[in-house]
C-alpha cells in the first residue's frame, strides 16, 4: 500500500483523508518537517509515498492525476507531491533540506494554486502552515528532478489560506463534474474519425463499468484477443453466417481495444507489460483475421492467400515506415521543413484534420471496412479494397514524410542512428561485410544510404517474382542483396532519407518471401510463408515496442540466431533453388516454426520479467495506423 504523509492539522469536516484512502493510500499525519522526515524514512523503499497539505481542497480525481499516475517517478500538483521508489531519493533530500535550513535554488515553474502550472513565489522557510508540499515540489524543480506536473484543466486543486478562500474552493470543486471530465479524458486525445464518432461516445463507459468491477486493461486485451480470434474462426468457415458473424465480432473486438487504453487512462492503470500487450495483440488480431478470411475463401473454392499474405506485407511496411520516421526524427535538431509547415496550417483547418486522418486508414477505418466488406461481399473483394486502401495511405504518408526530410534542416543523433540500425535487423553476414566496407563515401548516392539499399531489394524481389521456380537468378541477386544491405548500415544512418533504410529490407524480405512462395504452385507454399513472414514481423514488431520503451533492441543473440533480414532471403533463396516444390512448403514451415519459438520465448520472457521487475509504467499511444 502507498503511504500518503499529511502536514499539518487537519482541517473539520475535509475529506481529504477519505478521499486518499479511496486512491489507496495509509494515511499519516506530521506535525512537522522533521516528523514528515521521519515518516518519510519509515516508509519501505518499494512503495510510493506522498506528502499532502492537509489543508488542500480540490477534486478527487487531481489528487489520482497527481499521486497515484504509475509513469512518472515524480509528480506534483498544488499541495502535493509525490514519489515512486525511482523517484525517493530526490524527495528525501528535498525534505532534508527543508528540515536543515539549506535553501534551495529558486525555482521558476513552482505551480499556482488554481491547479495551473504558473510561476508562484517561492515560498520562504516558514512554518509547516506555509505549505511544505508545494516547497517540496519548488525545490525538486529548482534540483532539476523530472517532476511532472499533470494537466488539471478545470478539476481544482488549491491551498487555502483563510476559511473564506477554502469555501469559495469548496464552491468552485462543487461547481464541477470531476465524474465528466475524468470520462472525457479516457478517450485518446489524437483518433481517426471512426473511432472518435462512432466507438468512444460509448466504450468510455464501458471502461467505466470495467473500472467499477475491478477489471485491468490487460484483462480487456485479452477479451478482445480472443474476441478477434473467435472472428477468424467465424471467417474461416466461409459461409455467409460465418462472414456476418465474423464482421460483427470485429467490429465488437475493436470496442474492446478502445476500452482497453481509455480504462488505462480512466483508472491510471498503465504498465509496461500491458502497452506491450496493447501493441501486439492488435497486430495479431488483424493478422489472425486476415488468415481466418483466407481459409474460408478456400473452402469455397478461392485461393487468396497471396492477397492476404500482400496484405499483411503492405500493412507491416506501412507500420515500419511510421517507426523509422519517428524514431529518425524525435529527437532531431533544426527540426523543421516547408511541408511540416503547410501540414501544421492544414491541422488549423477542422474538416481537412479529419479527412487527413480518414485518408491513411488508420486501424478504426481500416476495420471497419474489414468487417462491413466481410459480411457483404467475398474475402476476395476484402482483400482487393484493402490493399487499394492501404497502398494509396501507404503512398500518401511516404511521400509527405519523404518531402519533409529532404525540405528540412535536420541533425540526427546518434541515439537516432542507433535506433535505425536496430530496426534494419541486420544479421552476421551483413556485419561481417560491414567492418570491411568502412572506407565507404560517408553518404551514399545523392545523400542517402537509402538509396544504397534500395537496388539490391529491388532486384531480388523481382528476380522472386519474375523467374520460374528453381532458378538459379533469387540466389544470385540474394547474394547481392546481403553485399547492398551491409553497404547500407556500413555507417552510421543519419543522411535525410537513411529512415527509409528498415521499411526497404522489410518489403525486400517479406516480398521475396511471398513471391518464392506463389511461383512454387503447390498446396500449403503461400500458407507457409503467411507464417513465417507472420514469425518475422512479430520479431520486427518487438523491436519497436523495445525501442519505444527505452529497453534497446532484442539481445544480439537472438538476431544472429534468425540470421538477420539478409541471411534469411539468401536461405529462402537457396532452400527454393535446391529443394522440390513441396519439400519447399515444408521447410518453410520448419523455418516459420522455429523463429517463432525462438521470438516469442525471447519476448515473453523479457517482458514479463520487465513487468515484474518494475520497469517504468508505460502507455503508448501509438499512431492511429
Request: glycine share 8%; charged share 15%.
Amino acid at each position: 500500500m502507498s503511504t500518503a504523509i499529511l502536514t499539518g492539522q487537519p482541517v473539520p469536516g475535509s475529506p481529504l483523508e477519505a478521499e486518499l484512502r479511496s486512491l489507496g493510500f495509509d494515511v499519516r499525519a506530521a506535525s512537522g518537517p522533521g516528523e514528515a522526515e521521519a515518516l518519510l524514512a519509515a516508509v519501505p523503499a518499494d512503495r510510493r509515498v506522498a506528502v499532502v497539505d492537509a489543508r488542500f481542497v480540490g477534486h478527487e480525481h487531481a489528487l489520482r492525476l497527481g499521486l497515484t499516475d504509475p509513469r512518472f517517478p515524480l509528480a506534483a500538483i498544488p499541495g502535493a507531491v509525490t514519489a515512486q521508489p525511482a523517484g525517493r531519493q530526490a524527495l528525501t533530500r528535498a525534505l532534508a533540506r527543508e528540515n536543515s535550513g539549506t535553501d534551495a535554488p529558486a525555482a521558476t515553474d513552482a505551480p499556482g494554486t488554481d491547479g495551473t502550472d504558473g510561476a508562484a513565489p517561492a515560498h520562504g522557510r516558514t512554518t509547516l502552515a506555509a505549505g511544505l508540499p508545494d516547497r517540496l515540489a519548488a525545490g525538486l524543480a529548482a534540483e532539476g528532478a523530472d517532476l511532472h506536473r499533470p494537466e488539471l484543466g478545470r478539476l481544482v486543486a488549491t491551498v487555502p489560506d483563510d476559511p473564506q478562500a477554502r469555501n469559495e474552493a469548496r464552491q468552485a470543486v462543487a461547481a464541477v463534474d470531476d465524474e465528466a471530465i475524468r470520462l472525457k479524458s479516457a478517450v485518446k486525445a489524437r483518433d481517426g474519425f471512426f473511432t472518435t464518432f462512432c466507438i468512444s461516445p460509448y466504450s468510455r463507459y464501458l471502461a467505466r463499468w470495467c473500472a467499477r468491477r475491478g477489471l485491468t486493461p490487460n484483462q480487456v486485451t485479452t477479451a478482445s484477443l480472443l474476441t478477434a480470434l473467435i472472428a477468424a474462426g467465424c471467417a474461416a468457415t466461409g459461409t455467409r453466417a460465418g462472414f456476418v458473424a465474423a464482421g460483427v465480432l470485429l467490429l465488437a473486438s475493436f470496442v474492446l481495444d478502445c476500452t482497453d487504453g481509455q480504462l488505462a487512462r480512466y483508472s491510471l492503470q498503465y504498465s509496461t507489460l500491458g502497452a506491450w500487450l496493447d501493441a501486439t495483440f492488435d497486430r495479431a488480431k488483424e493478422y489472425a483475421y486476415y488468415a481466418g478470411l483466407a481459409l474460408g475463401a478456400a473452402r469455397g473454392g478461392d485461393d487468396v492467400w497471396a492477397l492476404a499474405l500482400g496484405a499483411m506485407v503492405l500493412q507491416t511496411c506501412r507500420h515500419v515506415v511510421d517507426f523509422s520516421f519517428n524514431e529518425a526524427n524525435h529527437d532531431a535538431t533544426a527540426n523543421t521543413s516547408p511541408t511540416a509547415a503547410l501540414s501544421d496550417r492544414l491541422d488549423g483547418l477542422g474538416w481537412t484534420v479529419w479527412a487527413r486522418r480518414m485518408i491513411v486508414l488508420p486501424i478504426g477505418e481500416r476495420w471497419a471496412m474489414i468487417a462491413v466488406l466481410t459480411a457483404v461481399t467475398t474475402p476476395r473483394i476484402t482483400f482487393y479494397a484493402l490493399l487499394v486502401g492501404c497502398s494509396f495511405a501507404a503512398l500518401y504518408t511516404t511521400a509527405g514524410r519523404v518531402l519533409r526530410s529532404l525540405t528540412r534542416r535536420a541533425s540526427r543523433t546518434d541515439r537516432a542512428a542507433r535506433a535505425l540500425a536496430d530496426l534494419a535487423d541486420s544479421g552476421p553476414l551483413a556485419e561481417a561485410l560491414a567492418r570491411r566496407l568502412r572506407a565507404l563515401p560517408a553518404r551514399g548516392p545523392l545523400g542517402s544510404r537509402a538509396l544504397v539499399a534500395l537496388p539490391g531489394a529491388a532486384l531480388v524481389v523481382a528476380a522472386a517474382a519474375l523467374t520460374p521456380y528453381g532458378g538459379v537468378l533469387p540466389v544470385a541477386m540474394a547474394g547481392l542483396y546481403v553485399l547492398t544491405s551491409a553497404a547500407a548500415v556500413a555507417l552510421p544512418l543519419k543522411g535525410a532519407l537513411d529512415w527509409l533504410v528498415p521499411p526497404f529490407f522489410r518489403a525486400a524480405e517479406y516480398g521475396t518471401v511471398l513471391a518464392l512462395a506463389a511461383r512454387a504452385e503447390v498446396n500449403g507454399a503461400l500458407p507457409a510463408a503467411y507464417g513465417l513472414v507472420a514469425a518475422v514481423a512479430y520479431h520486427h514488431y518487438d523491436t519497436v515496442y523495445r525501442i519505444r520503451g527505452n529497453a534497446g533492441a532484442p539481445p544480439h543473440w537472438l538476431v544472429r540466431a534468425i540470421g538477420g533480414h539478409e541471411g534469411r532471403v539468401l536461405a529462402v533463396a537457396v532452400l527454393a533453388a535446391l529443394l522440390t516444390a513441396s519439400q519447399f512448403t515444408v521447410a518453410l514451415t520448419v523455418l516459420a516454426v522455429a523463429v517463432a519459438l525462438l521470438v516469442l520465448a525471447e519476448s515473453i520472457r523479457f517482458w514479463v520479467t520487465a513487468h515484474r521487475g518494475g520497469a517504468p509504467a508505460v502507455h503508448d499511444e501509438g499512431e492511429p495506423a
